[in-house]
């Protein structure tokens, strides 16, 4: 990868690579291609076992001087990191540019619930002590999933884990506080992620290579150029134009309540074993899930969060119709909170008091906004993951989990072809197109799940809602049967 610096920025120092290890290359080929040709300054080319090979002066190739392709990843998110701990686990030079000035400058959200396929992919692109750290800084894993009434009774309560333990310790369902998450997928980059950069746009050179400009003129050249850059990607942006996201018409508000002795008692009974959503006529409803600490994770201290205690996470979404007609995302902590109040007032007091008690700074409003479908597309050796392509509603708590799922399959696609022996911009392409095809399909699936879990959670036909509230009562009185349907 090059990296040109503007005039005005220092110039940036040289990443120390890895070369890949292969084996089995046509040893005249590779060399033909390599000598004279740092890898730095070659951004597509041929990846080879080198070890055995002699230079025409007689010397021996540095490990170095191996033609390997570049991947420059465009936002230090969940997808991001995670793709970026797996291309350096296999040996892949990469480098991801991150808009945040620094690692503790990450505005995070609170708790995040990992499912299967999130615990898979980390799985296979983290080394295998990084992935036991990252275990071990998880709260009390969920067990169930619980829909409450506004008066906290009981509607349906589904199990998430098998009761005698599951299969597979790694596809599992975990909580994890956001900040940790994240400073665990940056351990072990060190500068291989760039703070402060913020890409605006890109070009395509005929070869293939591709080049990324920066907000303060720095720009950097690559093989692939993969836009993990979230909601507002400008990757997308410039790829797929006609791409992008639609209101919801849903909007609400969240908080934060420390757990002590004198608040614990506050929450209904189903949140010991995991998250749940109350769901109350008019088209409101309340996601509410803790996060508590499991004794013995020895994590160092610049991955804890400032406030380290148990806590519970509530969300309230309603139609707009439902909330103040100018909007509340420019309402402050204690506006919010009397919004929150008047929707809850006829709801178990405990709910009130759960709101009432949350930490004034914690408190903030959102707007859903789910991703537009986009059909097939050529592809290039640029490709996107995450929210970027397929943000969706945070109803079913997958958004993150698609995005390591995407990380997962595009490192899988990217080492394949590396290790098949040809990296250039022809098989690169292949190799994107092949993730673009999957992630497509269940990228799209999952937004659509996303849409529909919230339409049905924020529904305003009052007849519909008393029939699924009570198909849910009947459903769970017949525990056999529940589990038969949904296991
Ligand atoms: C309230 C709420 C709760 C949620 N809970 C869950 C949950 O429990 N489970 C779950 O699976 N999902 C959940 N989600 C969804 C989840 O947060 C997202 O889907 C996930 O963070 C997407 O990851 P990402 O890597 O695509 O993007 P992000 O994690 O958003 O990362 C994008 C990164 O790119 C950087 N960036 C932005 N622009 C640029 C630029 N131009 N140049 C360089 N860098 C840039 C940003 O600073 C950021 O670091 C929730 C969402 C919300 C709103």
Known sequence: MTIVPSATTRPVPPVPRRAPSLTGAPVASALGGTVGAPAAVRPCGMARDLSHAVHRDGSHPRRTEIIMFTVLI????????????????????????ERASSPGAFKEGYRIHLDPDGGRALHSCLPAERFALLDAACGRPPRAFAWLS????????????????PPDPVAVHRSINRFTLRQILLDGLGDRVRFGKELLRYEIGADGAVTAHFADGDRATGSVLVGAEGTHSRVRAQLLPHGGRTDTGVAGTGGRLPLTPATRHLLPPQLRRGPAMVLAPGGVNMFLATHENVP?????????????????????????????????????????????????????????????????????????????????????????????????????????????????????????????????????????????????????????????????????????????????????????????VFG
């Open 74 to 97: 465009a936002g230090g998110g969940i997808g991001g990191l995670c793709l970026a701990q797996g291309l350096l686990k296999a040996g892949v030079d990469v480098t991801v540019f």
């Open 150 to 165: 506004e008066g906290l009774d009981e509607l349906l309560s589904l199990n998430v884990a098998a009761p005698d333990g």
């Open 296 to 484: 013995g994770a020895d994590l160092p201290a610049h991955m804890l969060p400032t406030e380290t205690g148990d806590y519970l996470v509530w969300g309230l979404s309603a139609r707009r119709e439902a909330l103040p007609a100018g909007g509340i995302d420019h309402l402050g902590p204690e506006a919010l909170r009397e919004l929150t109040l008047d929707l809850v007032r006829t709801w178990h007091p405990h709910v009130r008091q759960i709101v009432g008690e949350s930490s004034p700074s914690s408190l903030s409003a959102f707007t859903i906004r789910t991703a537009v479908p986009v059909r097939p597309w050529p592809a290039t050796t640029v490709t996107v993951l995450g929210d970027a392509i397929h943000s969706m509603p945070p109803s079913r708590g997958i958004g993150a989990n698609t995005a390591l799922r995407d990380a997962g399959v595009l490192c899988a696609g990217l080492v394949a072809a590396r290790d098949a022996g040809t990296v250039d911009g022809r098989a690169l392409t292949a190799a994107i197109a092949g993730y673009e095809r999957r992630m497509r399909r269940y990228g799209f699936a999952a937004v659509k799940a996303s849409n529909r879990a919230l339409s049905q959670s924020v529904t305003t036909n009052s007849a519909a809602f008393a029939m699924s509230r009570a198909a849910m009562r009947l459903i769970n009185r017949f525990p056999a049967a529940r589990d038969r």
